[in-house]
């Protein structure tokens, strides 16, 4: 056995994974906030704007969904356990920064998948029609590791106040959810809007989505997988160079 | 012998301050080495660079042979910690957090099982295994860091303050338990505030003050050496002239203190011979005789008290 080798190291980051899940996400609290937060922005916004149809509300639930649930503890872990001091444990075990980083993304996307397919399920239960499910399922997982990367990538800055980081994380996750063509269609979106679109990782999940219930989308479907593959790569490499840099100084 | 630890120049500096100033010791392997330096001079910053835990910004240390700072997972995979602060995770059971550790250092799981078994056993924990850590007593908690440091059966153990604030079974228990690891072949990397406890157990201690070291030694080497002169209690079953005594090679002076004589010696040996034969010559019989080394209190307080 290489202790540093990449398959001991992915076992390692496994075991990061089952002890974050067992911890942190199979918790009641956590469960109900991961559904019934995206629910009740959807509800909010298909009272206020009847015009919009229900398959693009559901469409925009979906990556709603997967959006806030990815990244809702995600970012808060580093910190708690540094408060806790069981990072410092962490850090005293033969683990690489980027296995127990990984380990953090793979708990918050199979999270994030499960809540997802929830919402789908309650899609498909209000009649909608999975058109093309053999992209949806596909890029709900590419789309549930790069947001995990976002939520990893939230958690960067070396602090262990939980709250600090929860405020800078719905900072940027509100506004992100808006420019994102969940609640106003692209098409509608003014141009200086289409550029900050182009610029979220969840414009392209959405649009998807979308194609997956209705068939229609706005950038090329290729596109859209490459925009998303991209930003996971980038995110994910990204969140693992800067914890690594960053991590002394939480201890 | 062969050093399990070897650290050059290890520096480490928390803005303008210096908190470790290019230290270097070593530790060899099958030894218990005891870290002492008063609050704030620089031990846990050292542990935690020995441990991996923050990089130093200058020198190196090889632990179990392998630099902490290139090779930090194969180092890790040799020692385990116990931490001055209780670390396992609250929220999970100990039977889990030992399991977490088992997967985190590469255990097979029937292994991991078993060793986590006779680990509970043996810190009396075996009925509490199921039982969330949060519920835990400090002394539990302690003994659980232990059982999971040693899960994986480390070459090296480093251990800070491991019986700060416990009570005496606790502490006992720890204590035996580490002088039985260290009879194993276990070397031992002791960090601690209590002298005794450094005294009775440790082969060489290292003393560290405003971030540098200003003793390394045998417990006993370093109380003898802050003193050049020793003291020798002796009496006898008769009196005994007190210029008879003054004037016996390699005493100094004689002071009477209740039935007994405190005698002060440059050479201590020599004092103890010379009592010896006095006695003999004069027919009288020593009834106690004592020496009275400084203690390691003594000496540490004296190393780090100096000017800075």
Known sequence: ?251 | MQDTIEVKNLTKKFGTTIAVDHISFSVHEGEIFGFLGPNGAGKTTTTRMLTGVIPPDAGFALVLGHDICRSPVLAKQGFGVVPETSNAYADLTAWQNLMLMGDLYGLPRVRAAQRASDLLATMGLLERKDQKVQGFSKGMKQRLILAMALLHEPGLLFLDEPTGGLDVQSTQMILSMLRELNRAGTTIFLTTHNMEEANRLCHRVGIIRSGKMVAIDAPERLKAAIDRVHRVEVSFDHEVPGDALAGLAGVISVNRTGDKWQITAEDKDAAIRSLVTFGIQNGVAIVTLNTLAPSLDEAFLRLTQGED
């Open chain 1, 1 to 251: 056995m290489n202790p540093a080798g990449y398959s001991e190291q992915m076992r390692r980051a496994w075991a990061i994974t089952r002890k974050d899940i067992r911890i942190y996400y199979l918790k009641g609290p956590v469960l109900i906030f991961g559904v019934f937060m995206p629910v009740f922005l959807f509800l909010a916004f298909l009272m206020g704007s009847r015009q919009l149809p229900l398959a693009f509300l559901i469409s925009g639930l979906v990556g709603m969904t997967l959006f806030f649930t990815a990244t809702a503890v995600s970012p808060a872990i580093f910190p708690w356990e540094g408060q806790a001091k069981t990072l410092e444990r962490l850090a005293s075990c033969p683990i690489t920064i980027e296995a127990v980083v990984l380990g953090d993304m793979m708990a918050s996307t199979i999270f994030g998948i499960i809540i997802t397919l929830v919402t789908v399920a309650i899609g498909l239960g209000l009649g909608l029609p999975l058109l093309h499910g053999i992209i949806l399922f596909p890029v709900i997982l590419l789309a549930a590791c790069c947001f995990s990367a976002i939520g990893m990538l939230l958690a960067v800055p070396p602090t262990n106040v939980p709250s600090n980081i929860m405020m800078l994380s719905s900072l940027l996750k509100f506004p992100l959810v808006f420019i994102s063509g969940i609640f106003v269609p692209l098409e509608q979106m003014p141009s200086w809007g289409l550029v900050l679109a182009f610029c979220s990782p969840l414009t392209y999940f959405t649009d998807l989505v979308r194609y997956s219930f209705t068939g229609a989308h706005y950038f090329p479907v290729l596109a859209d997988i490459a925009a998303l593959a991209i930003f996971t790569m980038a995110f994910t490499a990204g969140t693992m160079y800067l914890h690594k840099r960053t991590m002394p100084r939480r201890m």
